[in-house]
């Protein structure tokens, strides 16, 4: 119900031209949205922004953002107050029993991995970078099978999910994105055999 009014409510409020980018939720946002409220009372609020991206909106169109969130769901059970510095008091990244724990996002720790595969990095545990963490697990929790960082050039989203990684031993296969990449690329790869060029299936097809 909440999910379906503040949808609606942004829907109709969203400010014409590029500034309402991010006001309309696709029927996609909104299962998401609903299958992340069922599991994680508590985050709606957040859950709207990130899915909104209102962390890019240009600041008139975010306060209005802002402004209708509030409206829609002051005092609604499960909303949250999409603070951060609330959220991070308190959390630990801990392995027991063969299973991953951030924040009460859980995923079981994988024991069949290549070793060679699976990244190694320093990493300091600082509170709103677990927090990162625990909403990728989240996703992942839930099914999702592609998840997309951005942020700033050099921010740490690789060494982010390095470590999850490295937590999880879980392998990593490593494509370089440019605005040069074609499809071939991204789909076959070149590699040496007893001296010989062999093309094969690249890790995004495997």
């Known amino acids: 119900g909440a999910v379906l009014r503040v949808a609606a409510k942004l829907g109709a409020s969203a400010p014409r031209g590029a500034d309402g980018a991010g006001w309309t939720l696709s029927l996609r946002q909104l299962l998401r949205l609903g299958r992340r409220t069922a599991q ?5 609020r957040g859950d709207v922004r990130r899915v909104s991206l209102a962390g890019f909106m240009p600041a008139a169109a975010r ?6 969130l509030r409206q829609e769901l002051e005092g609604v059970d499960g909303a949250g107050t999409g603070d951060d510095t609330v959220e991070q008091q308190g959390i630990v990244a801990r392995v027991e029993h063969g299973v991953l724990d951030i924040g009460g996002s859980r995923l079981p720790v994988a024991t069949d991995s290549d070793p060679r595969l699976v990244p190694q990095t320093k990493f300091f545990d600082i509170p709103r970078h677990l927090l990162r963490l625990r909403e990728i697990m989240r996703d992942l929790s839930l099914g999702e099978r592609h998840v997309l960082l951005i942020g700033n050039q050099g921010t740490g989203k690789n060494k ?8 999880l031993q879980w392998e990593r296969e490593y494509i370089q994105l440019h ?7 991204l789909t076959v790869q070149a590699t040496l055999v007893d001296g010989k060029v062999v093309w094969e299936d690249s890790p995004l097809v495997q």
């Open 160 to 167: 982010l999910v390095d470590h999850l990684l490295q937590l």
């Open 179 to 185: 605005r040069d990449t074609t499809v071939s690329a």
């Open 63 to 68: 306060d209005a953002f802002e402004a209708v």
């Open 40 to 44: 994680h009372p508590g985050s709606l």
